[in-house]
């Protein structure tokens, strides 16, 4: 009987291992043995191979990082305030960079196109910033001038340890695109070249206002002889001086365009006519007879565009029918003594 229980054990045991030896045969070839009863030697054994489900955890699957399109306008700042306005161009051909936070790694590089327009691509999420290598001559707008609009301003640095580069930009994970980081140029321009300044002659008539209506009506002469000058409109510098002809034209230079006035010096026992009477400004007089400028035009202003000026009339009353002329130029400020007038100087005693 005892010889018969150890037999029971040797084969139980045998079991053990027949059963470990069909999992790996299983887990090797791909098949396991179906569930059901296994016959051993010997009476009494039966082996019972059970399923075998095998458990793996699963994995989640990471996102390859996409390139992040960064971009996209660099344009010339006509007016020069910082904002994207109406009309004015991109500039093609200026090189723009991608660099990372620190300004250490250059991670691309290009060229804006003919509307001025560029793509870098940053390789994956991050921190980064662009920069834009200006045109000989050229220099920056402003940063951040378009009211808190992004889409509108520009983003460069124009000055500091930063300048040409802007701020740092952080890329999001699921970012893929950013179009408004854009940069403000004022970009050299050859000067245009300067007219020469074209002296500018100015008059042109002085005549007897017969019915002292201060308008040139038919009939009425011109004055000859009479001194015309030509003055800075503060009275203090004289620019030219001439006389009239015997039909009563004159005609003084302005150097340069700006701002001046015409002074008549009036013959003696003549008067000046009603100043600028009847709206025409060809037929009027168009000196002060009165007041602080008196024997002055008011200041006038001759544009740079302007190489003549002919309406610059003057009106005299009670011309007497020979003139004579004071005999000394009066200054603007101050009636001049006489020639003829005796100056007495104080009398030294001791």
Same mark, same amino acid.
Not at 26 to 42: D, E, K
Not at 262 to 291: E, F, H, M, Y
């Given at each position: ?19 470990? %030896? ?38 989640? /699957? ?23 306005? %109406? ?58 001038? %378009? ?126 006519? /009603? ?70 100087? /104080? %009398?030294?005693?001791?």
């Amino acid at each position: 009987m005892t010889d018969w229980v150890q037999i029971r054990q040797q084969v139980r045991r045998l079991g053990v291992i027949l059963g470990a %030896a069909l999992l790996s045969v299983s887990l090797i070839f791909g098949a396991l043995p179906q569930p059901g009863p296994v016959q051993a030697a010997g009476p009494e054994l039966q082996l019972t191979v059970l399923p075998l489900t095998l458990v793996f955890p699963t994995l989640t /699957p990471t996102r390859t990082p996409t390139p992040i399109n960064v971009g996209n306008f660099i344009w010339d700042d006509l007016d020069g305030d910082g904002r994207q306005d %109406a009309g004015e161009p991109g500039l093609a051909g200026v090189q723009v960079q991608l660099w990372n936070a620190a300004k250490s790694t250059l991670y691309g590089a290009t060229t804006t196109n003919a509307s001025g327009i560029y793509t870098l691509v940053a390789p994956v999420p991050g921190d980064y910033r662009v920069r834009v290598i200006l045109p000989a001559g050229a220099f920056f707008t402003g940063k951040d001038l %378009a009211g808190g609009d992004d889409l509108l301003d520009s983003d460069i640095n124009s000055g500091g340890l930063d300048a040409g580069f802007t701020d740092v930009y952080t890329f999001a994970s699921n970012l893929i695109s950013i179009t408004s980081i854009d940069g403000g140029i004022i970009p050299f321009k050859t000067p245009t070249p300067t007219r020469t300044p074209t002296p500018i002659n100015l008059g042109n008539f002085v005549w007897h206002d017969t019915n002292a209506n201060g308008i040139q009506d038919a009939g009425e002469p011109g004055v000859a002889g009479v001194i015309v000058q030509l003055w800075s409109p503060t009275k203090t510098q004289l620019y030219a001086s001439a006389t009239t002809n015997a039909s009563g034209i004159y005609t003084v230079v302005a150097p340069i365009p700006g701002d001046y006035r015409i002074r008549v010096i009036v013959p003696i026992g003549a008067s000046i006519a /009603p100043k600028q009477q009847g709206g025409d400004a060809t037929k009027d007089s168009d000196i002060n007879p009165s007041g602080s400028n008196a024997g002055f035009t008011d200041s006038f202003n001759i544009a740079s565009n302007v190489i003549s000026i002919t309406s610059l009339d003057i009106g005299l009353l009670s011309v007497p029918a020979t003139l004579v002329n004071p005999t000394m130029t009066p200054t603007p400020f101050g009636t001049p003594a006489p020639m003829n007038q005796r100056v007495y100087l /104080p %009398a030294l005693t001791r």
